[in-house]
């Protein structure tokens, strides 16, 4: 199978894509990525051909934005139809049987579809929180640009979901047909998370995405750590220099740092309520403390669902330091918060959602033989 993946600069949206595409290159396949430039180390690094966009908005998650400002920049990117266009000329160029977009590029999801290529959404969120959007202040301002969200997000013939069906905010209907929900696709070997004996090591880690307001939330979060029993590594990424932070004497700060070399022996993660993070914490077994960095993101929603199954707590950002404090110390404690995420975890790494994805298109996508229309390089 020859595929193509759209994806954008959004942080937690590419380690399912990647997941996805390196299973579909170990069965014989070829997979090769359509996003922005700050994307392409993270996918060459795993060994996938890159290509940025052209005809598309140049986009930078990381870069400092207002409210109003990132909300307007992030919409216009959802909206853009010069990724689709992009799309459209590279599966042109070499054999392409299905183009898989994130489903956070709207404008581009609708202009690959109606050029006849086969199409697949990749939804790396909670289907419901996504559609429920069409009705709040982003399906508004799409609209103003030309975007209907929710017909865009239903026309695919198959919407691939790496999020957990039960993680899904209470809805009356059904989801659509098209709708699968494959669960959580891996970023590590599966294993539960043993933690090291003496103090507890506690991993901190907010989005990549720069929000407003993050950075202070960062310090309230390292003062409250700060003078408990645990040693806390924290990783900021390219959105917050960790030369700005306050650093406790039992607090080590990274740009980067891969959480693999972290996660297996944590006892606790606190984060943002980005579905990757979550869902990386969740797959070893870990509780979380979750701290939503923006209200129209998922991330909310994200921390209802963790806290419906018992495996955490969610506060708001503008939480103070003694509710953070008193929160890490709750969740570092046995309770029933330990077996619920231990129980999660344990299903999670039962199936690779990235596996369950690649059955779906090899089952409902054939190699097409020709070009779709309008595919011819320019």
């Known amino acids: 199978?020859?595929?193509l993946f759209v994806t954008v600069d959004?942080?937690?949206n590419l380690p399912p894509a990647l997941g996805i595409a390196r299973e579909i290159v170990r069965r014989g396949g070829?997979?090769?990525f359509l996003g922005h430039e700050p994307q392409r180390a993270a996918i060459e690094r795993a060994g996938l051909p890159f290509t940025a966009v052209r005809d598309g908005l140049a986009y930078d998650a990381a870069a400092p934005r207002s409210t109003l400002s990132g909300l307007r920049d992030l919409t216009a990117v959802f909206a853009?139809?010069?990724i689709g266009a992009d799309a459209i000329r590279l599966a042109g160029q070499?054999?392409?049987?299905?183009?898989i977009v994130d489903c956070l590029l709207l404008g581009a999801l609708d202009t690959v579809r109606r050029a006849g290529l086969p199409t697949v959404s990749l939804v790396h969120t909670l289907f419901g929180f996504f559609e429920g959007e069409a009705r709040g202040p982003v399906g508004a301002i799409l609209r103003l640009r030309g975007i209907r969200m929710r017909p865009i997000l239903h026309a695919p013939e198959l919407s691939l979901v790496t999020v957990r069906a039960d993680f899904e905010p209470p809805r009356r209907a059904p989801f659509p047909a098209s709708v699968r929900h494959v669960g959580p696709v891996w970023q590590d070997p599966p294993r539960a998370a043993e933690p090291a004996p003496g103090r507890p090591r506690v991993l901190v880690s907010l989005s990549t995405t720069r929000f407003p307001g993050?950075?202070?939330a960062l310090q309230r979060i390292l003062d409250a750590v700060g003078g408990l029993d645990l040693d806390a590594v924290v990783t900021t990424g390219p959105s917050i220099d960790p030369a700005t932070l306050r650093a406790p004497a039992?607090?080590?700060v990274h740009r980067h740092l891969d959480h693999a070399e972290v996660m297996p022996s944590a006892s606790l993660v606190i984060g943002h309520g980005g579905h990757s993070t979550t869902a990386r914490a969740l797959a070893y077994g870990i509780p979380l403390l979750v701290l939503p960095m923006h209200p129209l993101m998922d991330q909310t929603a994200i921390g209802r669902a963790l806290e419906r199954h018992g495996a955490g707590r969610m506060l708001p950002r503008t939480a103070g330091?003694?509710?953070i404090r008193a929160a890490v110390t709750d969740l570092l404690a046995d309770g029933p918060h330990r077996g619920a995420a231990a129980r999660l975890g344990a299903d999670i790494r039962l199936a690779d959602g990235a596996a369950t994805a690649v059955d779906l298109l090899e089952t409902t996508h054939q190699p097409i033989s020709r070009p779709p229309r309008g595919a011819g390089g320019r």
């Open 250 to 252: 039992n607090a080590t």
């Open 30 to 32: 070829t997979a090769r």
């Open 94 to 99: 070499e054999p392409t049987d299905v183009v």
């Open 321 to 323: 330091v003694e509710t």
């Open 80 to 82: 853009d139809r010069g």
């Open 1 to 3: 199978m020859h595929t």
């Open 214 to 216: 993050q950075d202070r």
């Open 10 to 12: 959004a942080g937690g």
